[in-house]
């Protein structure tokens, strides 16, 4: 059996779908399972045993050969004209019919909530919203999987990334029994009030040393944060910078580093789950609920009629109590 998977975006979306490669292959035993995604996410996946290949979407790849099982989960135009036109036995997930985006109803559990549902924006919305199941829940049930909760995406290291990570660590004096707290409160420039603000990420630090005043903290972030993170470090002592234009895998290395994590619900927040990290994630505008943790971190959502609303921009802004972020970390340590 063969099985081709087109998965495009976002990166973190692409990690945790991920979760879904090593239950496909105990199902489906001897299987090769190949992956269509973008150029910059072949990092998180290149080491993954459970792949067999790996394809690129800006290729414009086509398969001569016919696939067991095609499995779009992406609601690209890119992602569902390859899953139209690919040679298949089966389809689950979205694909072009009539020149317009659809999906199979077996799908329909994310399709219904996504920017191609049926029912239109504000009722996708709306259920977006009532959803309580984790992204990994909703996938498993729609591939018929069980045991979701045991199979947390595998995010695989490499040697130089380890490498990398170790020699960072031994420049800036942190050694494998300290305490680690890595904090990336940035979130890319799509959502603005999923981030903290400068103030209350200065004023978290604060706190956070104050109340583990053994801790080493990193300070983490994305090239949009460059500006941003030289804010805080002035505002902070102590801080570790672990720079902004780090490559993927060195970026996941740093973060391996850490006993904890807190982070916004972005790019880290889905490499400290599959590496498997005590995490702190705090939620605002998104969903939290979508967002499985598999026992080893804390949700917090900010006050705010906004929340889940997924806007750009809120008018109603998130109200953060940056104590529980605390008690958060000192329930994880």
Request: some cysteine; overall charge neutral; proline content about 3%.
């Amino acid at each position: 059996m063969n099985i081709l998977i087109i998965k495009l975006g976002a990166i973190g979306d692409v990690l945790r779908t991920a979760s879904l490669l090593e239950p496909l292959k105990e199902r489906y035993k001897g299987c090769s399972i190949a992956w269509v995604t973008k150029r910059n996410a072949f990092g998180l996946l290149k080491n993954n045993p459970h792949i067999n290949n790996i394809y690129f979407i800006e290729n414009n790849p086509s398969f001569s050969q016919e696939f067991s099982l095609v499995l779009n989960l992406d609601d690209d135009e890119n992602a569902c004209r390859l899953a139209s036109d690919t040679r298949k036995k089966s389809l689950v997930g979205a694909y072009i019919e009539n020149g317009k985006k659809t999906y199979t109803q077996d799908s329909a559990l994310w399709f219904d909530m996504g920017l191609i549902s049926r029912f239109g924006k504000k009722n996708a919305d709306e259920l977006k919203a009532l959803n309580k199941k984790t992204y990994q829940e909703i996938h498993f049930s729609i591939l018929g999987l069980k045991d979701w909760e045991k199979y947390p995406p595998a995010l695989i290291l490499d040697d130089i990334s380890i490498d990398f990570a170790w020699q960072f660590a031994e420049r800036k004096g942190i050694g494998k029994s300290d305490f680690i707290a890595g904090f990336n409160t940035g979130a890319g420039g799509r959502w603005q009030d999923k981030k903290l603000s400068i103030a209350d990420t200065v004023e978290l630090i604060k706190k956070m040393q104050h109340a583990f005043p053994e801790a080493k903290i990193i300070l983490f972030g994305g090239p949009e944060e460059e500006k941003r993170n030289r804010d805080i470090l002035e505002k902070t002592i102590g801080v570790i910078d672990a720079g902004c234009n780090n490559s993927l895998l060195d970026f996941a290395a740093l973060v391996d580093l850490c006993s904890v994590l807190v982070t916004s619900d972005s790019l880290a927040m889905h490499i400290g789950i599959g590496l498997g990290k005590k995490v702190v994630a705090f939620f605002y505008p998104t969903s939290a609920s979508e967002i499985e943790l598999y026992n080893k971190g804390v949700k917090i959502i900010a006050k705010g009629k906004d929340y889940c609303s997924y806007k750009a921009k809120c008018e109603n802004p998130p109200e953060w109590n940056l104590d529980e972020f605390v008690e958060g970390v000192k329930r994880l340590k």
